[in-house]
C-alpha cells in the first residue's frame, strides 16, 4: 500500500523515475479499488444496467487517469524511454503490448538522463509511514 500512497503523492509529477515495484503496485491497488467501486455501485443499485458500473467506479477512474499516466511516464523514464511513447497505447492492439512489455523491463541501473536509479533510495519509502 505504501507504494499506492507514493503514487498519489506524487500525482501529478513526471518526473523522475518509477521502478517496477512502484508501478505494478499501483496497478494492483487500482484494480481492487475499481472492483471495489464496481460492486458498491451495484449492491447500492447505482450501476448503469448496459455497462455494470455507476457512479462511484466513474469518480475514481477520473481521479486516478493523472496519477495513472505520471506513473507510467516515469515507469517509461526508468528504463530510458521518454514518456511520450505512452502515446504508443492508442495504436489498436499493438501500442498496449509495446507498452506492456516495457512496463516489465528492468530500469537502468544506472543514472540516465530521467534521474538515479530509484532502487538506490529503497529507504526512503519507509518515511511515508
Do not use: C
Not at 492492439?93 to 530521467?114: K, R, T
Amino acid at each position: 500500500m505504501n507504494w499506492y500512497l507514493k503514487v498519489l503523492k506524487q500525482y501529478a509529477d513526471f518526473k523522475g523515475r518509477a521502478r517496477r515495484k512502484e508501478y505494478w503496485f499501483f496497478v494492483l491497488f487500482n484494480v481492487i479499488f475499481a472492483i471495489t467501486a464496481i460492486i458498491i455501485d451495484n449492491v447500492l443499485g447505482l450501476a448503469m444496467q448496459d455497462v455494470g458500473y455507476g457512479p462511484f467506479y466513474l469518480i475514481f477512474a477520473l481521479a486516478m487517469i493523472i496519477p495513472g499516466l505520471a506513473v507510467t511516464v516515469r515507469r517509461l523514464h526508468d528504463i530510458g524511454k521518454s514518456g511520450w511513447y505512452f502515446l504508443l497505447a492508442f495504436i489498436p492492439l499493438v501500442g498496449g503490448i509495446i507498452l506492456f512489455v516495457f512496463s516489465l523491463m528492468p530500469g537502468d541501473p544506472y543514472e540516465n538522463e530521467y534521474g538515479p536509479d530509484p532502487k538506490e533510495g529503497e529507504g526512503s519509502l519507509l518515511s511515508l509511514n
